[in-house]
Every structure is written in structure tokens, then in C-alpha cells.
């Protein structure tokens, strides 16, 4: 596997665990390979299912509003899955799913080389620092073999839950921290310089 696309169709055919059986479509996850920042869910909900798209839910929207909310726009970060097939009825996915499934999220991290990796809720936090509560791990940046791991409140559990997403919205805030600063566009820099320029004429002003 490797490529992003090569891991997507081995997962379409994959049958490593039972939730092939029962799977509509599967849902690899999406993004740019060379995206900073990837977030991961924990599997594929009845409209993922549907779509063979993560995060396309009411789930999804708010993920969207939040990420508008940074100034960050869907296409370019990666947005995926602990587990690639939906779990029957929403169930947790179970051990056995999960270590058949591990091989495709790890490629897809090693592809990616992200600077940031987000967990969205309990399920894809314990994938990092197992057995730990979210609420105690949440909105907290550690590293592990060498990713950087942060993990927030899934936004499910969020979106209808008032204390919970003013402390989503909160977390969701301080990423942009944790990227670093981004490199300037080229339209961005050269509007800067010209601001720059503007405000040297005026200071000439001042001088004559
Ligand atoms: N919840 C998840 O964890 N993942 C999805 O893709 C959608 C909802
Ligand atoms: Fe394969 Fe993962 Fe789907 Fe199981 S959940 S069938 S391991 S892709």
C-alpha cells in the first residue's frame, strides 16, 4: 500500500473482519496526502454507511462549522476512521474489528506524516492512551512514538450537549496553536507587502 488510493481500494475489498458482512459501502476516509492535520472518528455511522464518506452526518456538519470556525476548510485536512466498515446499529467495534483494521489507519498515518493528529471522542482516543477517560485526556497535546496526539470530544456527543460544545469549540480553538504557523500564500504575501509598501509611503509623509 503506497498510495492513499491503494489503501482505499484494498479496504473496498477487504473482508479481514466480520463487519464486511454487513457494511453498505466502506469508508476509508478522505484528505490531501500532504494535509497537516488528520482526524480520527471512530467508524462509519447509517449515512456514512450510505455514502462510503465519513463525517457526512449531523456529526459532520458540526465537524465542518468548527473547522470554518479556525479557518480551516474540510478539503484540506484528512478525516477518518479507527475502524473502515459501520458497526451494526452504531455499536462500539469490538477488539477483534479493531486489530484487523489497525493496518489501514497505521498506513494511512505513515502516508501522511501529519503534524497533528485530533481523536474525536473516547473510542479513537483509546487508540493512543489506552484506558484513559476523554474527559481526563481531552484537550490535551501529548506525543506518542513520535505523533502528536490530541484528543477532543467527538462531536456527536457534543453537537446536543451544551457543556460539552463550549468546551468542543473551546479545544477546537488551540489547534491552530498546535500546527504552528502557516506558510503565507502567495495572494497573502503579496497583499501583506503591499500593505507594508503603503505604510512606508505614509511614514515619508510624516518625515517631509
Ligand atoms: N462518527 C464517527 O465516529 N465517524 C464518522 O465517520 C461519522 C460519525
Ligand atoms: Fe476490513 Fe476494517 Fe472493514 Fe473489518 S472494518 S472488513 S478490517 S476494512
Redesign the pocket.
Given at each position: 500500500m503506497n498510495s492513499l488510493k491503494e489503501v482505499a481500494s484494498r479496504?473496498a475489498a477487504?473482508?479481514?473482519?466480520p463487519?464486511?458482512k454487513t457494511?453498505t459501502n466502506?469508508v476509508p476516509g478522505e484528505g490531501p496526502v500532504n494535509a497537516e492535520i488528520m482526524f480520527i472518528g471512530e467508524g462509519p455511522g447509517f449515512n456514512e454507511d450510505k455514502q462510503g464518506r465519513p463525517f457526512v452526518g449531523a456529526a459532520g456538519k458540526f465537524l465542518e462549522a468548527l473547522l470554518e470556525s479556525i479557518g480551516i476548510k474540510r478539503e484540506e485536512v484528512f478525516i477518518g476512521n479507527v475502524?473502515?466498515?459501520r458497526p451494526p446499529n452504531n455499536r462500539d467495534p469490538l477488539p477483534l474489528?479493531t486489530d484487523?483494521?489497525r493496518k489501514?489507519l497505521d498506513k494511512q498515518i505513515e502516508l501522511i506524516d501529519p503534524k497533528l493528529i485530533v481523536t474525536l471522542g473516547r473510542y479513537a482516543t483509546s487508540r493512543f492512551f489506552p484506558g484513559q477517560t476523554i474527559s481526563a485526556s481531552r484537550g490535551r497535546l501529548r506525543n506518542v512514538n513520535g505523533l502528536n496526539v490530541y484528543p477532543i470530544y467527538h462531536p456527536a456527543a457534543a453537537l446536543h450537549n451544551g457543556g460539552f460544545r463550549r468546551i468542543i469549540e473551546d479545544d477546537f480553538k488551540e489547534i491552530p496553536n498546535l500546527v504552528g504557523p502557516r506558510e503565507m500564500t502567495t495572494i497573502e504575501r503579496e497583499s501583506k507587502d503591499a500593505q507594508q509598501l503603503s505604510m512606508f509611503s505614509e511614514d515619508s509623509d510624516n518625515v517631509r
Open positions: 479496504v477487504c473482508t479481514d473482519c463487519l464486511s457494511r466502506s475502524v473502515k466498515c474489528e484487523a483494521c489501514y
